[in-house]
């Protein structure tokens, strides 16, 4: 299916376990984003990614990895679950062709670490 | 600090009457303004974006207002409808990162 789609829909975790959020998109756009949504503070990104092998912090990295070996996928790595990392997490991309290109935003990935 | 604030946490209107929605951003330096919606259970999806060298755009029912020397971006909805029911993001853009407001939940009574 062509767009933009995230797996798993749902997660439930425990404290301390590592948990990986896949994004995978079929646009082929250059640019990748990871955003947490909790109430209060909207979205918060994460990390984004220019292109394969690129990546960069946003405002609350810590606690997370990213890698992008592939255009097409972004995955976001929990390595230690914790508590305060119970959200809803949004994946987009964008062309960002001229740098103001709109983001194409995933369903969303709704973690539950216990 | 929140480079975007969206001081309505909520907004209730009624079917056939404008719906307002205001976004207050803290950096002069911000060029480039989006609005997105937002069902739940889905993913935002973009409405409308103002370049900081126009003061207005409009698209339908929706149009945005930019006021930059305030640093405020409004989007009004005329005629609301119960399918605009939703939160509204005003995401700003700057140097690769969009940085997003707390949202505003609208709802569009029938």
């Known amino acids: 299916d062509a767009g933009i789609t995230q797996s798993p829909r749902y997660k439930i975790t425990e404290t301390g376990r590592q948990v990986t959020l896949m994004c995978h998109q079929t646009?082929?756009?250059?640019?990748m984003f990871w955003y947490r949504q909790d109430l209060g503070h909207g979205l918060r990104l994460i990390y984004y990614?220019?292109?394969?092998?690129?990546?960069d912090k946003g405002e609350v990295p810590d606690g997370y990895v990213v890698s992008r070996s592939k255009t097409e996928n972004f995955p976001l790595t929990l390595e230690s679950a914790t508590r305060s990392q119970t959200s809803v997490y949004f994946c987009?991309?964008?062309?960002?062709?001229?740098?103001?290109?709109?983001?194409?935003f995933g369903p969303g990935t709704r973690l539950l670490v216990l | 600090d929140q480079q975007v604030k969206q001081n309505s946490p909520s907004l209730s209107v009624q079917e056939g009457r404008i719906s307002i929605l205001n976004c207050d951003y803290t950096?002069?330096?911000?060029?480039?303004f989006l609005w997105y919606k937002k069902y739940p259970a889905e993913g935002p999806t973009f409405l409308i974006s103002?370049?900081?060298?126009?003061d207005k755009n409009e698209d339908g029912r929706f149009t945005v207002f930019l006021n930059k020397s305030a640093k405020h971006l409004s989007l009004h909805i005329v005629p609301s409808q119960p399918g605009d029911s939703a939160v509204y993001f005003c995401?700003?853009?700057?140097?690769?990162?969009?940085?997003f407001g707390s949202g505003t939940k609208l709802n569009v009574k029938p």
């Open positions: 646009w082929s756009h250059s640019y």
């Open positions: 987009a991309s964008s062309t960002l062709a001229g740098g103001r290109e709109t983001q194409y």
């Open positions: 990614s220019a292109a394969a092998d690129i990546t």
């Open positions: 995401p700003v853009y700057n140097f690769n990162k969009f940085y």
């Open positions: 950096n002069s330096m911000f060029d480039y």
């Open positions: 103002i370049s900081s060298i126009k």
